[in-house]
């Protein structure tokens, strides 16, 4: 298998192997530090619903890794050339941007707007945003990572992404459809997601303040998908 350099790093990704639909599997080239996943054409639509499970696995393992904001220009992995920015819209989750290789190499999307255009995350509306504003000041943008202050702005100034969590149901659905397990049921509306957030953030700079003392600049940044999965840890343990 080839390696796949990050669109946007440059780093090679990490290949990982999911479940495909009907039958198969399906190889993801994956970069962790920028939540990017690369799909050589045709692979995001045959990553079967069980295999969604297994990535959201996945970030759940790598959620201390350090993350960064996207490159501009992003690059194809095949041909070098620019990727071109492409809207698109889910029934299940809204808006979502990908970025694409116009010689249809395949695309990049972050993890965050692969999950919305999987109807696994959800956008907020103007009060849940106003009401997470409250406990969590800062949150990192799903499309491109970059910080976002809800305070101010209900939309990332940059890539124009809405802010979108983690939508428990749709998660606990889709594992009681494809694991046929007995699901115990979760409430997180934002207001709970903005009190574990908080303390999620605060373990994380504990434990940077014990392993580093050269780390003092990093800005504590939220990430709601992140934490989402964070919460729902427990249901996703096999
Ligand atoms: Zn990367
Ligand atoms: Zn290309
Ligand atoms: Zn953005």
Redesign the pocket.
């Known amino acids: 298998m080839t390696p796949t350099p990050c669109p946007s790093c440059g780093q090679t990704m990490a290949k990982h192997r999911f479940a495909r639909q009907l039958h198969g599997e399906v190889v993801l080239d994956i970069c962790f530090p920028c939540q990017g996943i690369w799909f050589d054409e045709f692979e995001s639509v045959q990553i079967a619903p069980g295999g969604i499970i297994d990535l959201f696995k996945l970030l759940h393992q790598h959620r201390d890794d350090l993350r960064q904001p996207l490159a501009e220009p992003l690059h194809c992995p095949r041909c070098r050339d620019r990727l071109l920015q492409g809207l698109d819209v889910s029934k299940l989750g809204g808006r979502f941007n990908y970025h694409r290789c116009l010689q249809k190499h395949g695309r990049f999307s972050t993890f965050g707007q692969f999950m919305i255009e999987k109807g696994f995350v959800r956008q907020l509306a103007p009060l849940e945003i106003e009401a997470l504003a409250a406990r969590v000041g800062i949150v990192r943008?799903n499309?491109?990572g970059?910080p976002i202050d809800i305070r101010h702005d209900h939309a990332?100034p940059?890539?124009k992404?809405a802010i979108a969590v983690l939508d428990p149901q749709a998660v606990e659905q889709a594992l009681a459809r494809y694991q046929q397990a007995e699901v115990k049921r979760t409430t997180v509306d934002v207001e709970a997601l903005g009190d574990a957030i908080v303390m999620r953030e605060r373990e994380k700079s504990r434990a940077r303040r014990a392993n580093t003392a050269n780390d003092i600049g990093t800005l504590d940044v939220a990430d709601l998908i992140g934490s989402g999965i964070s919460l729902l840890s427990r249901l996703l343990r096999d």
């Open positions: 943008c499309g491109c970059a990332c940059h890539c992404a």
